[in-house]
């Protein structure tokens, strides 16, 4: 791929559309690029588009290799509560596709002195509290895309940084008031309605892991709203989620505002249910239902984290050789619970084993080997079944 080596010193003039004021948050000047122009040419190849307030305007990087180096300028990046940084990525809302960068910071140029911070998608918040600098002026961009090589916005597609902790900054102003409240239609947001001739209205983007946002907005609401309800994410949802919302102006957009919103449980059966081959009439439930009981439950997202916990109340499980199948995968054992009483129990299963969409989970009574032997089932009986994170 062709470069184009940017001289050093690249600022836009003062007032000039795009342009940082000394007190804004944002990218103020351009110090060393090197943009490349993929395989069929760059139309957005300009590395002072990232200068100043998200405006919708954007750096194509050009691929791996590629590079923009950015003084902050009297607002650096400083360690604050949560992330401290914002770097927007306009992939999916300018048409193209999200892509991913490499984020570096440093006080000082000297390019030895430039630490990780991490790598972003699309619209992405980063914390620097792993770099062991308390500041940093200066921030290093670095493309890591290859997805859109052969069109003429290739590499990521850099729109603005911010940051997030800049003292006295005079940025657009972003939403105050953000809570939320679940209820039974879903997660419903609030914020303070912002007024002013400038407010077009509010962007709201949803995360699973409250660092990378979608570029495209999830759903916008008028100047004259204040709330918004997402009734994809029931109230029951496994794994946790993260709001943004950003005020959109005539003259761009604010930093984003984020609220999290941590998972519950999700109740999968909650009567009690028999299964064997024998009766027992002083039980709650005398008779056998089957040697088997298949739930079938629906997962917004696979649950975040490496495990979650299937949580069920036993009585009289007397067997090690019962089984608990989950989508499909090897079997795993019931807890055995022998006492002719109830007993909250729980299995850690992969989250890797849940999908995202339909999931299904069988339990079924088994013989002391193992196997389906007529009048040999161990009967038991079980209930209260959920499926709820692990807590850090």
């Keep these: ?42 139309n957005n190849a300009n590395p002072l588009d990232v200068l100043g307030a998200p405006d919708s305007k954007f750096l194509a990087m050009g691929g791996p290799g590629a590079y923009v180096l950015l003084d902050m300028g009297v607002t650096p990046i ?25 984020v570096l910071i440093s006080d000082s140029t000297d390019p030895a002195s430039f630490v ?40 990521s597609d850099i729109e603005s940084v911010t940051s997030l902790h800049a003292s006295g900054s005079g940025s657009l102003p972003p939403v105050t008031g953000l809570s939320y409240t679940l209820t039974g239609n879903g997660v419903r947001l609030t914020w303070t309605r912002m007024t002013g001739s400038g407010v077009t209205g509010y962007n709201i983007r949803k995360s699973t892991d409250g660092l990378r946002f979608d570029s495209n907005a999830s759903w916008t609401a008028t100047d004259l709203e204040s709330a918004f309800l997402d009734t994809q994410t029931s109230q029951s949802h496994v794994g946790d989620v993260w709001y943004a919302v950003s005020v959109q102006y005539t003259g761009g957009e604010s930093a984003l505002q984020v609220v999290h919103v941590p ?17 027992t009439p002083t039980w709650e439930q005398p008779s056998p239902s089957s040697n088997k009981l298949t ?41 055995v619970q022998s006492d002719v009483s109830w007993l909250g129990m729980s299995l850690i299963v992969e989250s890797g084993q849940f999908l995202q969409g339909t999931n299904t989970i069988e339990i079924y009574s088994r013989d002391s080997s193992g196997g389906n032997a007529v009048n040999s089932l161990d009967d038991f009986q079980i209930g209260k079944i959920e499926l709820t994170r692990m807590n850090p």
């Design 78 to 102: 400083v360690d604050g509560i949560g992330p401290d940084l914002e770097i927007r990525e306009q992939g999916t809302a300018a048409g193209g596709v999200d892509e991913q960068y490499r």
């Design 295 to 335: 739930l079938t439950f629906n997962l917004p997202e696979v649950p975040r984290g490496p495990t979650v916990k299937l949580n069920f109340q036993l009585f009289d499980v007397d067997y090690s050789k019962n089984r608990l199948v989950i989508n499909g995968h090897g079997p795993r054992s019931l807890p």
């Design 263 to 279: 998972s519950g449980k999700l109740t999968l059966h909650d009567q009690i249910v028999h299964l064997g081959d024998s009766s």
């Design 1 to 42: 791929m062709k470069g184009m080596k940017v001289a050093t010193g690249l600022a836009l003039l003062l007032g000039v559309a795009g342009q940082a004021q000394a007190a804004e948050p944002y990218a103020k000047q351009v110090l060393d690029s090197l943009v490349l122009t993929g395989n069929v040419g760059n």
């Design 116 to 155: 990780l911070v991490g790598t972003g998608t699309a619209f992405s918040l980063l914390d620097i509290a792993g770099t062991g600098l308390s500041s940093a002026r200066y921030v290093r961009i670095e493309d890591l895309s290859t997805a859109t090589s052969n069109s003429t916005t290739p590499g």
